[in-house]
């Protein structure tokens, strides 16, 4: 089991629902899918439980301070976590992270510094910096911050509580997520299979599993993905042996199903995630239409963060709400209902049945 977190520290993070996806099951032919909803964790993102672990450990160590790098989704757990274990912090951040990310770190007033790129080099000065100030280095990493990660097992363990899943998909972009989740399934006793659901752009772990490329990491990518940009995963290797002991496989996965699958999820279940979480309900449809799965199989979506990180996609001017006139609004709503009702009849607005 996971250690337990400092009664200073914890905001009461980890044990988030198994929700049914029982609409997308029944359309996809499945015996059942599941959703494993991290994004309601504090701060909308499964890197709470690492945080809470990580300044439980700094507090612990008597550490001055604690430092990381981050996409966005990190950098807004350690600091909500570090404010509560009285720590400051510094957050080395990717300059093109999307800006409702960056702008959920601000209001912790911990130290914002930005990079064109953050790789295995920038990683390693980081933990040199940590060590000379004194400070926890709390990348989200087994590479990096091996005891921290374990507040991850958490999500395993509970999925593996539920007992239902047969297979657990997870997006991935260094691989942490990933090890820590396995880890947890086994520590419950749970043989479910791992998938690692990679964009098909960045997809290091994915291609080494199907045994493409010797080992999980290249030299280009060309993903929009945000959080899954990592070229050379901290923890590739550990990632493809968990996937590998699992009895598990690869999921490359295009940016476009992403986006279309984090829309699908929305519009048939009520359920509003970031495209890093979507990319894994789209590997799940993709071994649906592949015959990889079927009746008999129930696998689980971990949905690592809320829609609420990364907007772009919805504020484009084409996405405002039509400008309309007092009397038009009757008309505007018959049309609406016209098509609701078509909807129900059996074809969606996205154009399947």
């Given at each position: 089991?996971?250690?337990?977190?400092?009664?200073?520290?914890?905001?009461?993070?980890?044990?988030?629902?198994?929700?049914?996806?029982?609409?997308?099951?029944?359309?996809?032919?499945?015996?059942?899918?599941?959703?494993?909803?991290?994004?309601?964790?504090?701060?909308?993102?499964?890197?709470?439980?690492?945080?809470?672990?990580?300044?439980?450990?700094?507090?612990?160590?008597?550490?001055?301070?604690?430092?990381?790098?981050?996409?966005?989704?990190?950098?807004?757990?350690?600091?909500?976590?570090?404010?509560?274990?009285?720590?400051?912090?510094?957050?080395?951040?990717?300059?093109?992270?999307?800006?409702?990310?960056?702008?959920?770190?601000?209001?912790?007033?911990?130290?914002?510094?930005?990079?064109?790129?953050?790789?295995?080099?920038?990683?390693?000065?980081?933990?040199?910096?940590?060590?000379?100030?004194?400070?926890?280095?709390?990348?989200?990493?087994?590479?990096?911050?091996?005891?921290?990660?374990?507040?991850?097992?958490?999500?395993?363990?509970?999925?593996?509580?539920?007992?239902?899943?047969?297979?657990?998909?997870?997006?991935?972009?260094?691989?942490?997520?990933?090890?820590?989740?396995?880890?947890?399934?086994?520590?419950?006793?749970?043989?479910?299979?791992?998938?690692?659901?990679?964009?098909?752009?960045?997809?290091?772990?994915?291609?080494?599993?199907?045994?493409?490329?010797?080992?999980?990491?290249?030299?280009?990518?060309?993903?929009?993905?945000?959080?899954?940009?990592?070229?050379?995963?901290?923890?590739?290797?550990?990632?493809?042996?968990?996937?590998?002991?699992?009895?598990?496989?690869?999921?490359?996965?295009?940016?476009?199903?992403?986006?279309?699958?984090?829309?699908?999820?929305?519009?048939?279940?009520?359920?509003?995630?970031?495209?890093?979480?979507?990319?894994?309900?789209?590997?799940?449809?993709?071994?649906?239409?592949?015959?990889?799965?079927?009746?008999?199989?129930?696998?689980?979506?971990?949905?690592?963060?809320?829609?609420?990180?990364?907007?772009?996609?919805?504020?484009?001017?084409?996405?405002?709400?039509?400008p309309t006139a007092l009397d038009e609004i009757g008309g505007r709503v018959r049309d609406w209902l016209g098509r609701d009702l078509m909807e129900h009849d059996g074809t969606r607005r996205?154009?399947?049945?």
């Open positions: 089991m996971t250690d337990p977190v400092d009664a200073r520290v914890t905001m009461g993070e980890g044990r988030t629902p198994m929700v049914a996806l029982s609409v997308l099951a029944e359309r996809w032919g499945l015996g059942g899918l599941w959703a494993k909803a991290e994004y309601l964790n504090p701060t909308g993102s499964y890197k709470d439980r690492i945080a809470a672990a990580s300044m439980t450990l700094a507090l612990r160590e008597g550490r001055r301070g604690w430092i990381a790098t981050s996409s966005g989704n990190g950098g807004a757990a350690m600091s909500a976590y570090g404010v509560r274990a009285g720590l400051p912090g510094v957050l080395l951040v990717l300059a093109d992270a999307p800006a409702e990310k960056l702008a959920s770190i601000a209001p912790y007033g911990v130290l914002q510094l930005s990079m064109d790129r953050i790789g295995p080099d920038v990683m390693a000065h980081l933990g040199q910096v940590a060590g000379a100030e004194g400070m926890l280095l709390t990348i989200t990493a087994h590479a990096h911050n091996p005891r921290g990660m374990r507040g991850a097992d958490g999500i395993g363990e509970e999925i593996a509580d539920h007992g239902r899943a047969t297979h657990v998909y997870v997006p991935t972009g260094g691989g942490g997520l990933l090890v820590a989740t396995a880890r947890g399934l086994r520590t419950g006793g749970h043989d479910a299979a791992v998938v690692v659901a990679q964009p098909a752009g960045c997809a290091p772990i994915a291609r080494a599993v199907a045994g493409e490329i010797p080992e999980p990491r290249i030299d280009e990518w060309s993903t929009k993905i945000s959080g899954l940009q990592l070229p050379v995963p901290p923890d590739g290797a550990l990632a493809l042996d968990a996937v590998t002991a699992s009895g598990g496989w690869g999921a490359a996965v295009r940016d476009e199903d992403a986006w279309s699958a984090q829309d699908l999820l929305a519009r048939t279940e009520g359920i509003f995630v970031e495209p890093a979480s979507a990319l894994a309900l789209a590997a799940v449809r993709q071994d649906v239409d592949a015959g990889r799965l079927g009746r008999q199989d129930e696998p689980c979506v971990v949905l690592t963060g809320h829609g609420l990180k990364d907007l772009g996609r919805f504020t484009a001017p084409d996405r405002r709400p039509t996205d154009g399947t049945r």
